[in-house]
């Protein structure tokens, strides 16, 4: 069985369509970001999120109304599968540093004076003094520029030429932003989960383009004389059934995580999603044409390429 | 970590020798050699992870993350402040007695910021041997400073401060370590966190009451025993005698009184007849009618001091100072000895909390809360079902389209993926690092890798098969030519996940380890192993076909 049978497509040439579209996607997610602000999960803003487990099924309206008594805008909805009788209540203010209890504790006195009939048997609780969150963000930034620098560096070493190095980078880099972009369309927080998942998607997408060079590598020592453009579109129909049977079966491996992992991983798991689509289609269409534009400025194209 | 394992050199011998077997198999072409090595590495595993999860009270090989089994995870910063006021406090009591022991007239010395103190209104004549006390009694860590008139002033060396501050640390953290043991907690994490190592992370796996544990964690539990001047109503009344001001060797400390609500003050010496740090030992027991009391000795050379001193002060008052608060104070009847009591308005459990902070010793500063994330029992279970479910699906939909796609060779990959999962919870059971949920996600994410490996070989394979070569041929090539994908695609994913491992906390971590893990594996199984499976089952004959 195969799916495509020799593969002959222009990718190089209906590269600069599809460039315009990723800025366009970069753009509007920025725009959506600078305009709604990234929602940062507890652990960045500070703050207090608790998972009340109810005895039967909770009524979220009149929480809502008990809750609203001690802790006006409070963030208050269902969490899981309605059968397990769990409510997310996630309050901004901040917790004092001298009693960080105090938000949550109050919320759970209120809920037990005026919703008593059904209480609360169990209670998960996150609660993010100010400091810790302010370092947090800054160290998820570091680790994930950091983190690209590295591969960067890896792959220049390997390639002989930082124009390949560059060109993951800016891949990498591209599917951040376009999936920060789609979690800030779609309201998901920006959780510890979340961030592993984009320092995932960044090393998976780094991963993609990888087996492509390594294939550009191959050929370009094999076929000596010709030119640069030809090559990589070759490299690509070459990789393509590859690219599509393993990147569509880890796309279902998270898409079964996003349907059945629970309401823990539900950001980790659409970021993955995100992250596994981008990235396959970042290696083809903005690492191989920055590769070709880098060596293209230079006379000499696929010599220039070889030589690094 | 198993304990054979925990002995460096049997650690060493096992892995020089697993290496040394895995170099030699490597270079033989030999099929008998490879089956052994990867058979008995793959049994090995079998058995390192083997039962994984707790079934029927039997405990599970792969430690769970709080995020699967409930439990707390506390950040705590430690106000290191504290540490350095009282390490000054003692600097300037010090030179007060060094002061009155030489006979040097001085009109105050007193702390001026954290690390620093000043001694004014030295008499003229005197200020070279005032100085000369100082840097004679502070040689190190102190710089001493001559300040104008009469006047001088000492500040800590930045090197003390930085020495003392990581003492604090290692200090609240021993402390820490024993409070928890007192509480019987399995697997505690307590360890220094944070960018500027002034925090202190601490996990209890399966504890649920988050209040209790805040409170045996966090209380200070400074202890002195201390003679009693005289008490009041209030401050004012109590300061009275003195004209207003409190003594240099005196303090005011507040407690409640004979009838509750009231407080009463106290003035007391400032030295103290025994400190926590006399203490040997501390346990709850019961008074005459049965009120709840802790029972603590003191070690041979503070019940020396106690028994001295009780007998010389016969009749005086004498109070039991608990985090700068009096708990009561009794009058002293007659020579105490090295058997003790506390007692004062309890609970049974108040008591007992109180004893075993006693018993591990006081806080050497403020613990404050940063972070605190309680997980219950039923949500962790949940979660687990979730990622069972959640992988199971995902790789079931991988094996039937491997199976499908690549027919038997298929088979082959299936086995790898088992073996790459197999290897990776076995690494984890005996590295004893937790599986968090992320983890799961990650094991996911590995079985994603895995399939790839496979799949760049497998497309190669019919590639070399398309140019008409032969099938031993094929996959000989096959292997060959991808391995340099292989090795760089590992790599760069490696690199990341280390990074998220070094610097990454809490899940991202349990994340990051899982997928090194994963990935080494990876190699060992959808490459070595997998290209073995191929070579074994072709044999040495012609094959004409490959099921491919």
Same mark, same amino acid.
């Given at each position: 069985?195969e799916?495509?049978?020799?593969p002959?497509?222009?990718f190089?040439?209906?590269?600069?369509?599809f460039?315009?579209l990723?800025?366009?996607?970069? %753009?509007?997610g920025?725009?959506?970001?600078?305009?709604?602000?990234?929602?940062?999960?507890?652990?960045?803003s500070?703050?207090? /999120?608790?998972?009340?487990?109810? /005895?039967s099924l909770?009524?979220?309206?009149?929480?809502r109304a008990?809750?609203?008594r001690?802790?006006?805008?409070?963030?208050?909805q269902?969490?899981?599968?309605?059968?397990?009788n769990?409510? %997310?209540v996630?309050?901004?203010?901040?917790?004092?540093?001298?009693d960080?209890d105090?938000?949550a504790?109050a919320?759970?006195?209120?809920?037990?004076?005026?919703?008593? /009939?059904? +209480?609360?048997?169990?209670?998960?609780?996150e609660?993010?003094?100010?400091?810790?969150g302010?370092?947090?963000?800054?160290?998820?930034?570091?680790?994930?520029?950091?983190?690209?620098?590295?591969?960067?560096?890896y792959i220049a070493a390997r390639?002989r030429g930082?124009?390949?190095?560059?060109?993951a980078?800016i891949?990498?880099?591209?599917d951040?932003?376009?999936?920060?972009?789609?979690?800030?369309?779609? /309201?998901?927080?920006?959780?510890l989960?979340?961030?592993a998942?984009?320092?995932t998607?960044?090393?998976?997408?780094?991963?993609d383009?990888?087996?492509?060079?390594?294939r550009?590598?191959?050929?370009?020592?094999?076929?000596?004389?010709? +030119?640069?453009?030809?090559i990589l579109?070759?490299?690509?129909?070459?990789? %393509?059934?590859?690219?599509?049977?393993?990147?569509g079966?880890? %796309?279902?491996?998270?898409v079964?995580?996003?349907?059945?992992?629970?309401?823990?991983?539900?950001?980790?798991?659409?970021?993955?999603?995100i992250?596994?689509l981008v990235?396959?289609?970042?290696?083809?269409?903005?690492?191989?044409?920055?590769?070709?534009?880098w060596?293209?400025?230079?006379?000499?194209?696929?010599?220039?390429?070889?030589?690094? | 970590?198993p304990?054979?394992?925990q #002995?460096?050199? &049997?650690?060493?011998l096992?892995?020089?020798?697993a290496?040394?077997?895995? $170099?030699?198999a490597?270079?033989r072409e030999?099929?008998r050699?490879r089956?052994?090595?990867?058979?008995?590495?793959?049994?090995a595993?079998?058995?390192?992870?083997?039962?994984?999860?707790?079934r029927?009270g039997?405990p599970?090989?792969?430690?769970?993350g *709080?995020d699967?089994?409930?439990?707390?995870?506390?950040? *705590?910063?430690?106000?290191?402040e504290?540490?350095?006021?009282?390490?000054?406090d003692? !600097?300037?009591?010090?030179?007060?007695d060094?002061?009155?022991?030489k006979?040097?007239?001085?009109?105050s010395?007193?702390r &001026?910021?954290?690390?620093?103190?000043? $001694?004014?209104?030295?008499?003229p004549?005197?200020?070279k041997d005032?100085?000369d006390v100082?840097?004679?009694?502070?040689?190190?860590?102190?710089?001493?400073?001559e300040?104008?008139?009469?006047?001088?002033?000492a500040?800590?060396?930045?090197l003390y401060?930085?020495?003392?501050k990581?003492?604090?640390?290692?200090?609240?953290?021993?402390?820490?370590?024993?409070?928890v043991?007192?509480?019987?907690?399995a697997e505690?994490v307590?360890?220094?966190?944070?960018?500027r190592?002034d925090?202190?992370?601490v996990?209890?796996?399966?504890v649920?009451?988050?209040?209790?544990?805040k409170?045996?964690?966090?209380? &200070?539990?400074?202890l002195?025993?201390k003679?009693?001047?005289?008490s009041?109503?209030?401050?004012e009344?109590?300061l009275?005698g003195?004209?207003?001001?409190?003594?240099?060797n005196?303090?005011?400390?507040?407690? =409640?009184? @004979?009838t509750?609500g009231?407080p009463?003050?106290?003035l007391l010496r400032?030295?103290?007849?025994?400190t926590?740090?006399?203490?040997? @030992?501390?346990?709850?027991?019961?008074d005459?009618?049965?009120?709840?009391?802790?029972?603590f @000795?003191?070690?041979?050379?503070?019940t020396?001091k106690?028994?001295?001193?009780? !007998?010389?002060?016969?009749?005086r008052?004498l109070?039991?100072v608990?985090?700068d608060? $009096?708990?009561?104070?009794?009058?002293?009847? @007659?020579?105490?000895?090295?058997d003790?009591?506390i007692t004062?308005?309890f609970s049974?459990?108040?008591?007992d909390?109180?004893?075993?902070?006693?018993? !591990?010793?006081?806080?050497?500063?403020? *613990?404050?809360?940063?972070?605190?994330? &309680?997980?219950?029992?039923s949500?962790g279970?949940?979660?687990?079902?979730?990622?069972?479910?959640a =992988?199971?699906?995902?790789?079931s939909f991988?094996?039937i389209f491997m199976?499908?796609y690549?027919?038997? =060779?298929?088979v082959?990959?299936?086995?790898a993926?088992t073996a790459?999962?197999l290897i990776?919870?076995a690494v984890l059971?005996?590295?004893? !690092?937790?599986?968090?949920?992320?983890?799961i996600?990650?094991?996911?994410?590995?079985?994603?890798?895995?399939?790839?490996?496979?799949?760049?070989?497998?497309?190669r394979i019919?590639?070399?098969l398309?140019?008409?070569?032969t099938v031993?041929a094929a996959?000989? #090539?096959g292997?060959?030519?991808v391995?340099?994908t292989i090795?760089?695609?590992?790599?760069?994913?490696?690199?990341?996940?280390l990074f998220?491992?070094?610097?990454?906390?809490?899940p991202?971590?349990?994340?990051?380890?899982? *997928?090194?893990?994963?990935l080494v594996? #990876?190699?060992?199984?959808?490459?070595?192993v =997998?290209k073995?499976?191929?070579e074994?089952?072709?044999g040495?004959?012609?094959?004409?076909?490959?099921?491919i």
């Amino acid at each position: 069985m195969e799916i495509i049978k020799n593969p002959h497509f222009d990718f190089l040439g209906k590269a600069r369509y599809f460039i315009a579209l990723s800025a366009l996607f970069i %753009l509007g997610g920025l725009a959506l970001m600078l305009t709604h602000g990234l929602a940062y999960g507890v652990e960045f803003s500070g703050g207090t /999120q608790l998972i009340l487990h109810f /005895q039967s099924l909770p009524a979220v309206d009149q929480i809502r109304a008990a809750i609203d008594r001690t802790s006006p805008g409070a963030v208050i909805q269902s969490y899981g599968e309605p059968s397990q009788n769990r409510v %997310l209540v996630r309050v901004a203010q901040e917790a004092p540093e001298s009693d960080l209890d105090a938000p949550a504790r109050a919320i759970r006195e209120e809920l037990a004076r005026s919703y008593g /009939q059904n +209480p609360v048997l169990e209670s998960s609780s996150e609660i993010v003094g100010p400091i810790v969150g302010a370092e947090l963000r800054q160290k998820a930034v570091y680790l994930t520029v950091l983190g690209l620098l590295a591969q960067l560096i890896y792959i220049a070493a390997r390639f002989r030429g930082g124009a390949w190095g560059v060109a993951a980078a800016i891949a990498g880099l591209h599917d951040i932003l376009i999936s920060l972009g789609f979690l800030t369309l779609f /309201q998901y927080e920006i959780t510890l989960n979340v961030i592993a998942a984009l320092l995932t998607l960044v090393g998976y997408s780094v991963n993609d383009t990888v087996v492509v060079f390594d294939r550009v590598r191959e050929n370009l020592a094999k076929r000596r004389k010709e +030119p640069l453009p030809s090559i990589l579109n070759d490299s690509m129909n070459q990789t %393509l059934t590859r690219t599509l049977i393993s990147n569509g079966t880890t %796309l279902l491996a998270v898409v079964g995580l996003y349907l059945f992992g629970g309401p823990v991983l539900r950001g980790f798991s659409f970021t993955m999603v995100i992250g596994v689509l981008v990235g396959t289609y970042s290696t083809v269409f903005i690492a191989v044409p920055f590769v070709n534009w880098w060596y293209g400025r230079q006379a000499t194209g696929a010599k220039a390429a070889r030589a690094a | 970590m198993p304990p054979a394992l925990q #002995n460096p050199v &049997t650690l060493w011998l096992l892995l020089t020798a697993a290496l040394v077997g895995l $170099v030699y198999a490597f270079m033989r072409e030999d099929l008998r050699w490879r089956a052994i090595l990867y058979g008995s590495v793959l049994l090995a595993c079998g058995v390192a992870v083997w039962p994984p999860f707790e079934r029927n009270g039997v405990p599970g090989k792969i430690h769970l993350g *709080l995020d699967l089994r409930g439990g707390i995870h506390l950040v *705590l910063q430690v106000v290191l402040e504290d540490a350095l006021n009282a390490t000054t406090d003692d !600097a300037v009591n010090t030179t007060r007695d060094q002061a009155a022991r030489k006979g040097i007239q001085v009109a105050s010395v007193s702390r &001026t910021s954290p690390t620093a103190f000043s $001694v004014d209104g030295i008499e003229p004549a005197r200020v070279k041997d005032m100085r000369d006390v100082l840097r004679d009694f502070f040689r190190t860590g102190w710089e001493v400073r001559e300040a104008g008139e009469g006047r001088l002033t000492a500040q800590m060396t930045e090197l003390y401060e930085r020495q003392l501050k990581e003492q604090t640390v290692q200090e609240a953290i021993r402390t820490l370590e024993r409070r928890v043991n007192a509480l019987g907690v399995a697997e505690p994490v307590i360890a220094a966190t944070g960018n500027r190592g002034d925090q202190i992370l601490v996990q209890l796996p399966g504890v649920t009451d988050i209040d209790q544990a805040k409170r045996i964690i966090s209380r &200070t539990a400074q202890l002195s025993l201390k003679l009693v001047e005289t008490s009041a109503a209030s401050r004012e009344t109590l300061l009275s005698g003195t004209g207003g001001r409190v003594p240099d060797n005196m303090e005011v400390v507040p407690g =409640s009184g @004979s009838t509750p609500g009231e407080p009463v003050y106290y003035l007391l010496r400032r030295e103290g007849l025994i400190t926590g740090r006399d203490l040997k @030992s501390a346990r709850v027991g019961v008074d005459e009618s049965n009120r709840p009391q802790i029972n603590f @000795s003191l070690n041979a050379t503070a019940t020396d001091k106690f028994s001295r001193e009780t !007998a010389r002060n016969i009749n005086r008052q004498l109070a039991i100072v608990l985090d700068d608060n $009096v708990i009561s104070a009794p009058v002293i009847q @007659s020579r105490l000895g090295a058997d003790n009591r506390i007692t004062g308005r309890f609970s049974t459990q108040e008591a007992d909390e109180l004893a075993k902070v006693l018993k !591990a010793g006081a806080l050497p500063a403020t *613990l404050k809360y940063q972070q605190q994330l &309680t997980v219950g029992p039923s949500l962790g279970r949940d979660s687990i079902h979730s990622g069972v479910v959640a =992988s199971v699906a995902g790789l079931s939909f991988v094996v039937i389209f491997m199976v499908v796609y690549y027919k038997l =060779s298929g088979v082959n990959a299936v086995v790898a993926l088992t073996a790459n999962l197999l290897i990776l919870m076995a690494v984890l059971a005996y590295s004893g !690092a937790n599986l968090t949920l992320p983890g799961i996600a990650g094991v996911i994410l590995t079985m994603g890798v895995g399939v790839d490996t496979n799949v760049l070989v497998f497309e190669r394979i019919r590639e070399e098969l398309h140019h008409g070569k032969t099938v031993h041929a094929a996959i000989t #090539n096959g292997f060959d030519r991808v391995l340099t994908t292989i090795i760089d695609t590992h790599a760069t994913a490696i690199i990341a996940a280390l990074f998220l491992f070094t610097f990454g906390t809490g899940p991202i971590k349990g994340f990051a380890v899982t *997928l090194v893990i994963g990935l080494v594996a #990876n190699v060992f199984a959808s490459f070595f192993v =997998s290209k073995f499976l191929f070579e074994w089952v072709l044999g040495k004959g012609h094959v004409e076909q490959l099921s491919i």
